[in-house]
Each structure stands twice: as structure tokens, then as C-alpha cells.
């Protein structure tokens, strides 16, 4: 069964960068679209960025584009989202998740997700 593992969040100032990355076990990532997604206390799981198992990228949000860019690396096994000029608002718990049909299905797994704050 496949499993999903973030990993790069942390504490960073505004204006800052991050890569986070979404790494799968139990299968291969290059047959499944993957998404991410964040969390932000007190409201609910919002879309962020997706690639298709064909490489086509996705933005689930306006409000995002051109700060967050995902990618993959499908020898690694591996999802990252690459989000730059970071703002307070973006603090949230970041999440991959996976299906085996296409960005715009519902998610069949999910990680646990990787905690980033922005502030001063």
C-alpha cells in the first residue's frame, strides 16, 4: 500500500524559501497524480499545487502562483513543492496526497503532513 512522508518544513522568516518534499514507499509515484495541500489552524484542508502522472502541473490556487511551484522526481521517488517569498498567511501543515486517476479526483492517501511557520 502506498504511504506518503513530508518532510522540510520549519521556522522561517517572511521573504523566506522552502522545499518541501513528499517521499512515497509501498509503491512507485510515477503511476499516481500528486497533490498538495496545507492546513491552517482554525480553517479547513485547502488545495495548493498538483502534477499529474504525466508531468502536467496544476494550481489549485490563484493566490499562490508564481510563490509555489511543484515537481517531480520520479527516480527518487519523490514530490517537492518549492514555495518562495513566503508570508505569515502561509504558515500551515503542508500535505501530499495521491491518487491513481488525476488532479481533479479525490485523493486516495494521504500524508501526515509537514508543519511551516512564517514569521518574524
Known amino acids: 500500500q502506498l504511504q506518503l512522508v513530508e518532510s522540510g518544513g520549519g521556522s522561517v522568516q517572511p521573504g523566506g524559501s522552502l522545499r518541501l518534499s513528499c517521499t512515497a514507499s509501498?509503491?512507485?509515484?510515477?503511476?499516481?497524480?500528486i497533490g498538495w495541500y496545507r492546513q491552517a489552524p482554525g480553517t479547513e484542508r485547502e488545495g495548493v499545487s498538483c502534477?499529474?502522472?504525466?508531468?502536467?502541473?496544476?494550481d489549485y490556487a490563484d493566490s499562490m502562483k508564481g510563490r509555489f511551484t511543484i515537481s517531480r522526481d520520479n527516480a527518487k521517488n519523490t514530490v517537492y513543492l518549492h514555495v518562495h517569498d513566503l508570508k505569515p498567511e502561509d504558515t500551515a501543515v503542508y500535505l501530499c496526497?495521491?491518487?491513481?486517476?488525476?488532479?481533479?479526483?479525490?485523493?486516495?492517501?494521504w500524508g501526515k503532513g509537514t508543519l511551516v511557520t512564517v514569521s518574524s
Open positions: 496526497a495521491a491518487n491513481g486517476a488525476s488532479c481533479l479526483s479525490g485523493m486516495d492517501y
Open positions: 509501498g509503491d512507485t509515484l510515477d503511476t499516481y497524480a
Open positions: 502534477v499529474s502522472s504525466g508531468g502536467r502541473t496544476f
